[in-house]
């Protein structure tokens, strides 16, 4: 569930630093085998442990978007998005983008 500014505020350290993960990750993948699965298994583990509440995963080649939600204290896969798709997340109150604009 999204805690936005209250959670914030609780997690500021004594100078003023944020020190806790974000709601949101986007993670755009790079380029070649070795990097795309750092993208996919150890980032989005560590998104996990640090309670990431949602990731997505952008495959700028194939134009695809994965959509990754916490559930059972991480996070799992709930949908993959196509071009003619369009995108929107709890997180963002409402709003939504087509797909098709990320990848303009």
Same mark, same amino acid.
């Given at each position: 569930?999204?805690?936005?500014l209250t959670r914030l505020a609780d997690d500021v350290?004594?100078?003023?630093?944020?020190?806790?993960?974000? /709601?949101?990750?986007?993670?755009?993948?790079?380029?070649?085998? $070795?990097?795309?699965? *750092?993208?996919? #298994?150890?980032? =989005?583990? &560590?998104?996990?442990?640090?309670?990431?509440? /949602?990731?997505?995963?952008?495959?700028?080649?194939?134009?695809? $978007?994965?959509?990754? *939600?916490?559930? #059972?204290?991480? =996070?799992? &896969?709930?949908?993959?998005?196509?071009?003619?798709?369009?995108l929107g997340s709890p997180l963002l109150l409402g709003?939504?983008?087509?797909?098709?604009?990320?990848?303009?």
């Open positions: 569930m999204w805690c936005g350290d004594d100078a003023g630093h944020l020190i806790v993960a974000p /709601e949101l990750m986007v993670e755009v993948l790079s380029p070649g085998d $070795l990097n795309e699965q *750092r993208d996919r #298994e150890v980032k =989005l583990k &560590l998104y996990s442990h640090y309670r990431v509440q /949602e990731c997505w995963i952008v495959n700028w080649q194939l134009k695809t $978007l994965e959509i990754y *939600r916490r559930a #059972e204290a991480q =996070l799992q &896969l709930v949908g993959t998005l196509l071009e003619d798709d369009t709003s939504s983008t087509a797909i098709t604009d990320i990848f303009r």
